[in-house]
């Protein structure tokens, strides 16, 4: 037989994968793993798409998606952010924000050029680039620098080479967060390099500590090379919706539909009404479940201080990145030794990069009460090693 395609061959499964396969496996086991919001979907919503049905709204939309979509989009991201889109131009609805990824990645690389993905980053983008053809160019951030990219490191990456900057705040595994007054330096080096960029804001409603979210899509020199990522599944809690858009300037996101339109046709017809109720009635929903995941985000910043345990201050997103570096073990041996003994699964660093070395990823989307038995096994398993 002929062989199958190398660039899937050399490929490497998701680290998160496994330890979700063992737990399956443990029926008192406590997972910290998943990055999914353990709300339901609020009920108008559900509500909305169960009428869709009933009313045999069960055809095609546009490639594009539902106009009324487009529009609520674009009106709902010009009040919060400041950015200005076209909705019949510039907008595509997708299935969810990770097919916005490859659709941007496929329609900017050429073979060998080179795209640069700070990491510690979600495990998609490195498997992404390469099946456009491009060239990962991995960016390692520092922990001493709460996991912010500096201009300086962006600049010592950027090659004649470099076409495409992904950028992904707030932050999946680290829970970093970028001002607008850090990003304007990164916008003026992508306008001096002529670079692309892609902007994964989906963790953008789930910022704390008072100031909002800020878009790079929003500042000078950028609407005209940012392809804005975001989606329905983290703010609303509907991830099995598979709701997800991208924002572009026309003559990119014009290529991306035409690739959508091969592969896909158009996303879900229930979900897209379903996400038209959403954007439209959903703020009280989303601050709800912010205010929520906040008072879970202290919780376990005073469990980690009271173990001793160093970890940054994380203001987005619903993660926690602390270091484990002292146990001497990989981030990996960690987390397995800790799921066998105290049954307490949490995803090593390493997944998300090299840099990742040294530091786990736990998620907050879980109850207090399941995070409080959490860190009382996670203190048993601390304490037993530094009385070894």
């Given at each position: 037989m002929?062989?199958?395609?190398?660039?899937v061959?050399?490929m490497k499964p998701?680290?998160?994968?496994?330890?979700f396969?063992?737990v399956?496996?443990?029926?008192d086991?406590i997972?910290?793993?998943v990055g999914?919001?353990?709300f339901?979907t609020?009920?108008?919503i559900?509500d909305?798409g169960?009428y869709?049905?009933?009313k045999?709204r069960?055809?095609?939309t546009s490639?594009?998606?539902?106009m009324?979509l487009?529009?609520?989009?674009c009106?709902?991201?010009k009040k919060?952010?400041g950015v200005d889109h076209?909705?019949a131009k510039?907008?595509?609805?997708t299935?969810g924000?990770?097919?916005g990824?490859?659709?941007?990645?496929?329609a900017?690389?050429?073979?060998?050029?080179?795209?640069?993905?700070?990491e510690?980053?979600?495990?998609?983008y490195?498997?992404?680039?390469?099946?456009a053809?491009?060239?990962?160019?991995?960016?390692?951030?520092?922990?001493?620098?709460q996991?912010?990219l500096t201009?300086?490191e962006?600049?010592s990456?950027i090659?004649?080479k470099?076409k495409?900057l992904?950028?992904s705040f707030?932050n999946?595994?680290?829970?970093?967060i970028m001002?607008k007054?850090?990003?304007?330096?990164?916008?003026?080096l992508?306008?001096e390099h002529d670079?692309y960029v892609?902007?994964?804001?989906i963790?953008s409603e789930?910022?704390?500590g008072?100031?909002p979210?800020?878009?790079?899509?929003?500042?000078p020199?950028?609407p005209?090379?940012t392809i804005?990522?975001n989606g329905?599944?983290k703010a609303y809690?509907?991830?099995g919706?598979r709701?997800?858009?991208?924002l572009?300037?026309e003559?990119?996101?014009?290529?991306?539909?035409?690739?959508?339109?091969?592969?896909i046709?158009?996303?879900?017809?229930?979900s897209?009404y379903?996400?038209?109720e959403a954007i439209?009635?959903?703020d009280k929903?989303?601050?709800?479940m912010?205010?929520?995941y906040d008072k879970r985000?202290?919780?376990?910043l005073?469990q980690?201080e009271?173990?001793?345990?160093?970890?940054?201050?994380?203001?987005?997103?619903?993660?926690m990145?602390p270091?484990i570096?002292?146990?001497g073990?990989?981030?990996?041996?960690?987390?397995?030794?800790?799921l066998?003994?105290?049954e307490?699964?949490?995803?090593p660093g390493?997944?998300?990069g090299?840099c990742?070395?040294?530091?786990?990823r736990?998620s907050y989307?879980?109850?207090?009460?399941e995070?409080?038995e959490?860190?009382d096994?996670?203190?048993?398993?601390?304490?037993?090693?530094r009385n070894a």
């Amino acid at each position: 037989m002929k062989p199958l395609n190398q660039t899937v061959l050399d490929m490497k499964p998701s680290g998160i994968r496994k330890f979700f396969d063992i737990v399956s496996e443990m029926p008192d086991a406590i997972s910290l793993g998943v990055g999914e919001p353990d709300f339901d979907t609020p009920w108008h919503i559900c509500d909305e798409g169960i009428y869709t049905l009933e009313k045999g709204r069960t055809f095609y939309t546009s490639n594009s998606g539902l106009m009324e979509l487009r529009e609520e989009i674009c009106k709902w991201y010009k009040k919060k952010y400041g950015v200005d889109h076209d909705p019949a131009k510039e907008a595509l609805i997708t299935v969810g924000g990770s097919e916005g990824i490859d659709l941007a990645l496929r329609a900017l690389i050429c073979p060998g050029d080179e795209v640069i993905i700070p990491e510690p980053s979600y495990v998609s983008y490195v498997p992404c680039v390469a099946l456009a053809d491009g060239v990962p160019v991995t960016l390692p951030l520092k922990n001493e620098n709460q996991f912010k990219l500096t201009p300086e490191e962006l600049e010592s990456a950027i090659t004649e080479k470099t076409k495409v900057l992904i950028l992904s705040f707030p932050n999946n595994p680290t829970g970093a967060i970028m001002t607008k007054e850090e990003l304007e330096p990164i916008a003026k080096l992508a306008v001096e390099h002529d670079l692309y960029v892609i902007s994964d804001e989906i963790y953008s409603e789930l910022t704390y500590g008072g100031a909002p979210h800020a878009s790079i899509a929003a500042l000078p020199g950028m609407p005209e090379r940012t392809i804005v990522i975001n989606g329905f599944s983290k703010a609303y809690a509907m991830t099995g919706w598979r709701m997800g858009y991208a924002l572009a300037p026309e003559e990119i996101c014009r290529e991306m539909t035409k690739i959508h339109q091969f592969c896909i046709m158009c996303a879900p017809t229930t979900s897209q009404y379903a996400a038209v109720e959403a954007i439209k009635n959903g703020d009280k929903d989303i601050a709800k479940m912010r205010e929520s995941y906040d008072k879970r985000r202290h919780f376990l910043l005073k469990q980690f201080e009271t173990m001793g345990l160093p970890c940054f201050e994380p203001k987005g997103a619903f993660y926690m990145f602390p270091c484990i570096k002292e146990f001497g073990m990989s981030s990996d041996e960690f987390a397995t030794t800790l799921l066998r003994e105290e049954e307490l699964a949490v995803v090593p660093g390493s997944a998300f990069g090299d840099c990742g070395e040294g530091f786990i990823r736990i998620s907050y989307a879980y109850s207090i009460d399941e995070l409080r038995e959490a860190m009382d096994r996670m203190s048993r398993f601390i304490l037993k090693r530094r009385n070894a």
